[in-house]
Nanobody
Framework: QVQLVESGGGLVQPGGSLRLSCAASGRIASVTFMGWYRQVPGKPRELVAGITSGNSTNYADSVKGRFTISRDNAKNTVYLRMNSLKPEDTAVYYC???????????????WGQGTQVTVAS
């Protein structure tokens, strides 16, 4: 069984920084795409940043230049460094990993439990 465990959320003042981490564990053969999404009540979940196994990245326009996604393939871990945070960044942030499990064919998407990020003074 595969689990994604997130950490690093919390309350921060506008202009501050946070770093989110997400570690995938279990019977994992390989991980392709890893990403961070966020969701606020009443709105659909949106992609914030994504990174492939070859370290190609993409970002939502609203976070370009402020957020940086990275990954440690040896640890199956993805990070999101968030700088210059704004109140509109307030949301529940979810980690996603597309991976292949050992002895199980096919690519499957897994999600973390979500971590709250609140930007307020």
């Amino acid at each position: 069984q595969v689990q994604l465990v997130e950490s690093g959320g919390g309350l921060v003042q506008p202009g501050g920084s946070l770093r989110l981490s997400c570690a995938a564990s279990g019977r994992i053969a390989s991980v392709t795409f890893m990403g961070w999404y966020r969701q606020v009540p009443g709105k659909p979940r949106e992609l914030v940043a994504g990174i492939t196994s070859g370290n190609s990245t993409n970002y939502a326009d609203s976070v370009k230049g402020r957020f940086t996604i990275s990954r440690d393939n040896a640890k199956n871990t993805v990070y999101l460094r968030m700088n210059s945070l704004k109140p509109e960044d307030t949301a529940v942030y979810y980690c996603n990993a597309d991976l292949v499990e050992l002895f199980t064919p096919g690519l499957r998407a897994y999600w973390g439990q979500g971590t709250q990020v609140t930007v307020a003074s």
